[in-house]
């Protein structure tokens, strides 16, 4: 003998599919009504998110944005190899130290063995980060046995940190002598 | 130039990366979260394995490891999100679906597994969910209706549609939960740029591990909750779920070596530095703690358990704590991969080291927090589903 039931034995069934169409529904329903308007207007993305990207405050600069406020610094930079080492590397983005044109907090700047940490980062034979052509390196304390000096010597007191060959080529054409592979 | 010559230099290279690899971004959330999916794919094994394999003894973990992969599941997400920042974006990935990005099919692939896991909880516990509302008043009363699906039908005709559409459930659960966690696998694994994780093994090494930690945590739920609730433990049961935990582990176990075998064998360029990795950073934490301790100790155990019949005082002890064993090495396993993978410059020169804060965003805390989770709302399902068959309602069924 059956036991009598309210609901036919196929009910729930019946009600999982439902709720199953009416969320896929429902989720196609809420996609059109968040989806932003400008998707997919480039490609997989936002359209109107490249309007949001320029909007957005740069923090680095480039070398020009230094030289307008420190010409002692531009005429020295310009002119030596580092030309192409960007200012900010060495200090810190623009952004930390100016904002609307004035002057708002300190540049970072490194002092003593810091110096030394700082210029092996990118001349470090060691590492050689880059091939031999575009950045040439040292080796450590070679390069100072070499020149015959202590081996406590720090880099800027022969290299002018803003233009690391200025002294050596003063110094080679007082003693009337050429610089090997001089780039001038 | 001997290598003592460059004295200075060298040392500045020691522990030389580039600055861009300098921060681990994959942190302890990161670890977590193919932790936890784990445990779901783990846990749903078993329930699969009574109710697709028909493996009898498992009977009285079957439903329970259902509820556990729900509670689990139900906290896979949190990490992400707490990694991520910005939870109110998490539906954009459901918005506009991204066909090439492996990651943004995260959301479609966990949200399929989760309606196929609620689904089959549903039918399940149909029965039970009946009796329990016939007795229930209140808000619990419309919960358990809820429940039921507004259906008050046991006869047998409708539970024997429901027995088809459960074990349909748990057929295209086994391929599913297989996928989730092979994806979370291979999420790693397609990451070319990083030779500790780009091999096809990798899939197949997180889904194993998922497997066995699934099981591990099964034993160790299983046995601890009957014994704080002063009820029986059905050895034959435990005894069949450490024979499936050492079934897995000995695939999860041989294929992690072999993974690590052929990067060894086939000694490619990148083998310098994933050597540096293992002899270095991850000495303590790979070798010593996930390989020595934490996998040759539970395996030696697991075999004699598996192959002598231990006394049932002897097995009950040693099930559970080599189960915790094994939850640890494979959170272990899932550190060494996530984090040893971001511990060497992708330069490949030099590493770098990595320290949780108790504090942080992804710190110590937080992760503590979400592992605990799951095991709060577990308790709080207990309120209203039972466990094991012998509760109070369960008969029913």
């Not at chain 2, 992708?346 to 799951?374: D, N, Q, Y």
Request: net charge positive; glycine share 8%.
């Amino acid at each position: 003998m059956e036991k009598k039931y309210k609901s036919a034995y196929y009910s729930h069934v019946v009600k999982i599919a439902l709720i199953l169409i009416i969320a896929g529904g429902l989720g196609v329903w809420a996609r059109g009504l968040f989806l932003p308007d400008t998707m997919g207007q480039y490609g997989h993305y936002r359209g109107s998110d490249l309007e949001d990207q320029r909007n957005v405050e740069l923090r680095n600069h480039t070398n020009e944005s230094c030289y307008e406020c420190h010409r002692p610094i531009r005429l020295i930079h310009k002119a030596g190899v580092h030309k192409t080492v960007s200012c900010e590397v060495c200090h810190g983005p623009y952004a930390d130290h100016i904002k609307d044109d004035k002057y708002v907090a300190k540049m970072p700047v490194k002092r003593d063995m810091e110096i030394k940490a700082l210029c092996l980062r990118c001349h470090n034979k060691i590492i050689r980060a880059r091939p031999e052509e575009s950045i040439k390196v040292v080796a450590m304390p070679q390069h100072l046995e070499e020149k015959k000096v202590d081996v406590g010597h720090n880099c800027n007191q022969c290299h002018m940190v803003h233009d690391p060959l200025l002294w050596v080529k003063a110094a080679y054409e007082m003693m009337g002598m050429e610089m090997k592979g001089d780039k001038k | 130039m001997s290598v003592a010559a460059h004295g200075e230099t060298i040392a500045a290279v020691s522990n030389y990366i580039f600055p861009n690899d300098f921060h681990v971004h994959w942190s302890l959330m990161i670890v977590l979260y193919p932790y936890i999916t784990g445990l779901v794919a783990g846990a749903f094994i078993v329930s699969s394995l009574y109710h697709v394999f028909h493996i009898k003894s498992l009977k009285p973990v079957a439903r329970f490891s259902l509820l556990f992969a729900l509670a689990f599941l139900i906290c896979a997400t949190w990490p992400l999100l707490n990694h991520l920042g910005h939870p109110e974006r998490a539906m954009s990935m459901m918005l506009t679906p991204n066909p090439t990005s492996a990651m943004a099919g995260f959301g479609y692939i966990y949200s399929a597994y989760f309606i196929v896991l609620l689904l089959e909880i549903i039918f399940i516990f149909r029965p039970v969910s009946v009796a329990l509302g016939q007795k229930a008043t209140g808000g619990l009363k419309t919960l358990y209706s809820v429940l039921a699906i507004g259906s008050d039908n046991v006869s047998a005709k409708a539970l024997k549609l429901d027995h088809k559409i459960i074990g349909f459930l748990a057929a295209i659960g086994i391929p599913m939960a297989c996928f989730l966690h092979g994806y979370v696998g291979f999420i790693f694994g397609g990451i070319k740029a990083n030779p500790l994780w780009a091999t096809p093994l990798m899939p197949l090494i997180f889904l194993l591990s998922a497997c066995v930690s699934g099981i591990a945590g099964i034993i160790v739920a299983y046995i601890l909750l009957r014994k704080l609730s002063g009820k029986d433990i059905d050895v034959d049961c435990v005894q069949t779920l450490i024979k499936f935990l050492w079934g897995f582990f000995i695939l999860d176990f041989t294929f992690e070596m072999l993974e690590l075998f052929s990067h060894f064998y086939m000694a490619n360029h990148h083998w310098h530095t994933l050597e540096a990795l293992y002899s270095g950073p991850l000495y303590n934490t790979f070798w010593v703690a996930q390989v020595g301790i934490f996998s040759v100790i539970p395996f030696v155990f697991l075999m004699f358990m598996s192959l002598i019949r231990f006394k049932d005082g002897l097995l009950l002890f040693f099930a559970p704590v080599i189960s915790v064993m094994i939850l640890i090495q494979v959170l272990l396993m899932r550190w060494n991969v996530v984090v040893g993978g971001q511990l060497m410059s992708k330069s490949e020169r030099g590493a770098t080291t990595f320290h949780p804060m108790w504090l942080e965003k992804e710190g110590i805390l937080p992760a503590i927090i979400i592992m605990v989770a799951p095991v709060v709302i577990l308790w709080l399902i207990g309120k209203v589903l039972p466990f094991w068959m012998d509760d109070k309602g369960a008969e029913a069924a």
